[in-house]
């Protein structure tokens, strides 16, 4: 074994034949070595032992980037510091190159996890396959910093994204760094912990008694019959959208007269009481080729679920005339509206649209100032 030098470093001696590199092991540093390889470069490493008696290997550097003397003297301190069991810089290497990145973590680990346990898994692929599979998919989970949240979101804004939608993101990419963190993908903080949230501005949009009239009118003039009773089935129910896109005719009990929802927004069952209309609706569909599906509402394909409502809602607007900025959502608002206008508790439109919390139902409160008013006034006795 030679005495690693200068001059060794400069001048080293040939490769064998047939051999890609060659090792040279230092007479008087154990551990430390030189690597010669056909190409004339030179790289410096230092073996040593771990607190378990392992052999570790980590590379000190190319000569060029660090000269022989600052590698032999990086060579001592790093077994010195091992022995004392303070340092494990393999082992830091080790630690480093596991840690995922972030489209590895959301496509191997968190969309898999969430497809079988959030109705919300739609949006949260969406959101990484649209937007932050581009923005952070080559990133280590320990590289993204609370400044590239704060940046991504200043994105969304300026890319035209409602403060709710900018908040959905947020929501999510904080839901994914929980995890990470949870499993052990990676040590340190949350990115998106103390990520700003905007104050939303709830939209109040609810058809009139003649808009209503021109919806109903209007899907009669639409091809897609299933997108059509689906609509429709959503402004008789209050239901919301997904829960609509999901049914199938086994949670379709018409002796009841229950619709039933697996899973709901709240991640409880919950059952949808069936109206009149709401069961003409259902029998229309059954008749319109809804039986040949499990799906009450079937795609071309019968074997899937109808997926885009958006393109026959677009059409329905028009051909009745109505708001172009209104939303599907808004036929629930107008459901909910309507019960609330016509004298029903806020108790039992909330138990129709599923709401977990009274906070939900109370935005129409107003909506029923006459109740609201009569309530007040058993508050106070008489006066004579």
């Known amino acids: 074994m030679p005495t690693i030098t200068r001059g060794l470093a ?39 032992r771990d607190q378990r008696s392992r052999q570790r290997e980590i590379r000190l550097g190319k000569l060029g980037d660090v000269t022989v003397d600052q590698a032999r003297k990086r060579a001592q301190e790093i077994r010195a510091e091992a022995s004392l069991g303070r340092i494990d810089p393999a082992a830091e290497r080790d630690r480093l190159r596991s840690i995922p990145t972030f489209s590895e973590f959301v496509e191997n680990r968190y969309l898999p996890d969430a497809k079988g346990r ?9 959101f990484y396959r649209l937007r932050l599979k581009a923005q952070w998919g080559n990133k280590r989970l320990d590289e993204v910093r609370p400044a590239d949240v704060a940046e ?17 993101y947020t929501a999510f990419i904080r839901r994914v760094f929980n995890l990470a963190l949870e499993w052990e993908a990676y040590e ?28 109903f009118r209007a899907l009669q003039l639409i091809p897609n019959r299933s997108a059509a009773h689906a609509l429709a089935l959503l402004a008789a129910t209050g239901a919301r959208r997904g829960e609509a896109q999901g049914a ?21 069952t919950r059952h949808i009481p069936l109206s009149d209309a709401a069961l003409a609706i259902l029998e229309a569909q059954w008749d319109a080729g809804g039986k040949d599906s499990e799906w009450v509402f079937p795609s071309k394909d019968p074997a899937k679920p109808i997926v885009d409502l958006k393109k026959p809602w677009t059409r329905v607007k028009a051909l009745a005339s109505l708001d172009d900025e209104l939303r599907i959502h808004d036929l629930r608002h107008t459901f909910a509206s ?41 508050a106070v006795p008489e006066l004579a």
């Open 248 to 268: 199938r005719w086994e949670h379709i009990d018409t002796n009841r007269r229950l619709w039933t929802v697996p899973l709901s927004k709240s991640g409880r």
């Open 188 to 215: 340190g903080k949350n990115p998106a912990q103390r990520a700003q949230m905007r104050r939303e501005q709830h939209r109040e949009r609810f058809l009139s008694e003649p808009e209503l009239r021109a919806f």
């Open 152 to 168: 991504f979101q200043e994105k969304l804004r300026r890319q035209g994204l409602t403060d709710a939608s900018v908040n959905r």
């Open 10 to 48: 400069a001048n080293p001696p040939a490769i064998p034949a047939g051999k890609r590199k060659l090792r040279l092991f230092d007479d008087k540093l154990t551990g430390f070595v030189m690597e010669v390889w056909a190409s004339g470069a030179v790289t410096f490493y230092v073996r040593y």
């Open 338 to 378: 309507t019960l609330v206008g016509k004298g029903r508790s806020l108790h039992e439109v909330g138990t129709l649209l599923g709401h977990s919390q009274v906070s939900m139902t109370m935005r129409y409160a107003h909506l029923a100032p006459q109740r609201l008013i009569e309530a007040a006034n058993l």
């Open 118 to 126: 959030l109705r919300s898994y739609r949006d949260h692929e969406s």
